[in-house]
């Protein structure tokens, strides 16, 4: 019984990870129907800059930091990749985001080296746990699914309860309707490349304990999260957390 | 309100509009009729900026706004009610009506959208008691009403109509078209495109008749409700038939 929760937490732990990875997924296809094959690459972003950042500066502003950093990386992606492209095709939007995350990822190789990091634990070390039914649970495990929780729920207001969140639903729903209604669909499409970057990067960040980091931890987590996106039907945030688990724990049961 | 000079337009290498000049006065109703494919939806969405001009003037406000992009023609104050509604259908209806006074928020008159949203929940009622309602989920004659509330919503100073009646049973055909009698008492200035020539001539001032991307008729809606060739041709009248019988 104390295994059964033991690998149902680490399920839900790679579940938790596998759908904000998928959330990320989402919120760009939502605005913009493109899938950015990059998304892994901020995920990886977010855990290798936060522990530059973290010789520097304590943990908790390091983590700020970076996610601000990413966010600004991800808004210049898209200005500098993807704003100026007129109706591309869908074939061309899979090409130029895999391109995307391959110069990311050798761009990280030269910054820092092949080299596995990890930030330290948030609360306690390695050997902290915490006796739940039986299960020993690091503290960690319990940040990740915590960070998530919050991320799904802060998401679901801003896309149900303010104006910004309404207006990139609107150009996720019908494009040209938007810009009629005066809404500047670029615009929009820049902040949501701006918010899956901030929060893949704040995923980076807080399983980079668990799962460590290097230059090329970005693609598998990319497959696993477009697995889980489509497996939640493509768009739907919701959804996503449900795969995400299912196939965390799906994962961890037949390990 | 708005002037076109020798306006082109086209997708790739069709060309659709070929130098169309016309206008509308502030406080009018116009009308354009015109066969399937004559141009009247392309037209509409060139002023609106969703269509790239490829030469001509299209001067609102007393600027050239024909190279502008739609969310700024919007902010200037000309809005579209798109042909076949083009609704936000998984937003409820008064998302889709908030999204139109996006416009308002832009301005920082925050404060109008409440009472914009209260006229026109006068001006519709079903919208009112549908609101919460997915628009998606409303009749043909309710999303219509529901996109032509959201253009008023940015309060335009012009406001643009493709085919409002399009699909709809002869009974809300004639509210809407009451309706748009209405906004021309208030103050309001319309550009209507319909395929029902009839009962837009009926409520509309003038009028302007497109063939393959031309203008080949203008005039008074009275002269050309009584114009033999717009009799036959978008009245439903043959005149030689009725003749001979
Ligand atoms: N996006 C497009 N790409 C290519 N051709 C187009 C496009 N939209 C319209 N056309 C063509 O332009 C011509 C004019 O179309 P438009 O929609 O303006 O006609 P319309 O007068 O509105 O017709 P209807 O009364 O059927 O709505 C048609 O021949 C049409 O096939
Ligand atoms: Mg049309």
Redesign the interface.
């Known amino acids: 019984m104390e295994l059964f929760f033991q690998y149902m937490v680490a399920g839900i732990t790679y579940g938790a990870i596998y759908s904000i990875v998928a959330i990320g997924f989402n919120i760009i296809y939502n605005t913009t129907g493109i899938i950015n094959f990059a998304q892994g690459e901020f995920v990886m972003l977010g855990g290798m800059i936060a522990v530059t950042l973290n010789n520097f500066m304590p943990l908790p502003s390091a983590i700020l930091a970076t996610v601000l950093i990413t966010m600004i990386i991800g808004a210049l992606i898209e200005m500098i990749f993807i704003r100026w492209l007129v109706n591309p095709s869908v074939l061309r939007m899979i090409i130029i985001t895999i391109g995307i995350s391959i110069i990311i990822r050798e761009a990280a190789l030269h910054i820092w080296d092949e080299k596995v990091r990890a930030l330290p634990y948030f609360t306690g070390t390695e050997v902290t746990s915490i006796l739940f039914f039986g299960a020993h649970i690091s503290p960690q495990v319990l940040w990740v699914i915590g960070i998530c929780s919050v991320v799904v729920v802060l998401l679901n207001l801003f896309f149900n309860f303010t104006?910004r969140g309404?207006?990139m639903?609107?150009c996720a729903?019908?494009r040209?309707?938007?810009?009629?209604?005066?809404?500047?669909?670029k615009n929009m499409v820049t902040l949501s490349f701006v918010l899956s970057a901030g929060i893949g990067a704040l995923a980076g960040c807080v399983i980079s304990p668990i799962t460590y980091v290097h230059y090329d931890s970005g693609a598998p987590l990319a497959i696993k999260g477009f697995t889980v996106a489509i497996f939640g039907g493509l768009g739907n945030s919701m959804a996503a957390v449900v795969a995400g688990l299912i196939l965390g724990i799906l994962e961890s049961f037949s390990i | 309100m708005i002037k076109i000079k020798n306006l082109e337009t086209g997708y790739g290498k069709l060309k659709v509009l070929r130098r169309i000049s016309m206008h509308v006065n502030p406080g009018e109703i116009v009308t354009i009729i015109g066969a399937n494919g004559a141009g009247k939806t392309t037209l509409l969405n060139t002023i609106?900026?969703?269509v790239r001009t490829r030469a001509g003037e299209i001067i609102f406000d007393r600027q050239n706004i024909a190279k502008f992009?739609?969310?700024k023609i919007?902010?200037m104050g000309c809005?579209?009610v798109?042909e076949g509604r083009?609704?936000?259908?998984?937003?409820t209806v008064k998302?889709n009506l908030?999204?139109?006074a996006?416009?308002l928020?832009?301005k920082k008159r925050k404060g109008l959208i409440k009472e914009e949203l209260e006229r026109i929940y006068t001006i519709f009622p079903i919208l009112e008691d549908r609101r919460h309602q997915m628009a998606g989920t409303l009749s043909g004659g309710e999303q219509q009403m529901l996109a032509i509330g959201?253009?008023l919503m940015?309060k335009p100073k012009l406001i643009m109509m493709d085919e409002p009646s399009m699909g709809l049973a002869p009974l809300i055909v004639k509210e809407i078209f009451n309706i748009i009698r209405k906004l021309r008492e208030d103050g309001n200035t319309v550009l209507l495109v319909e395929q029902n020539a009839k009962a837009a001539l009926k409520i509309a001032d003038r009028g302007y008749v497109f063939e393959t991307g031309r203008i080949v008729l203008e005039g008074t809606s009275d002269d050309m409700l009584t114009n033999k060739d717009v009799q036959r041709a978008y009245l439903g009248r043959d005149l030689d038939a009725e003749a001979k019988l």
Request: hydrophobic share 40%.
């Open positions: 104006m309404r207006q639903r609107a729903s019908n040209n309707s938007a810009r009629l209604c005066g809404i500047n669909a | 609106s900026g969703i992009p739609p969310e919007v902010l809005s579209l798109p083009q609704v936000f259908p998984t937003m998302e908030l999204l139109g996006h416009v928020y832009l959201r253009a940015s």
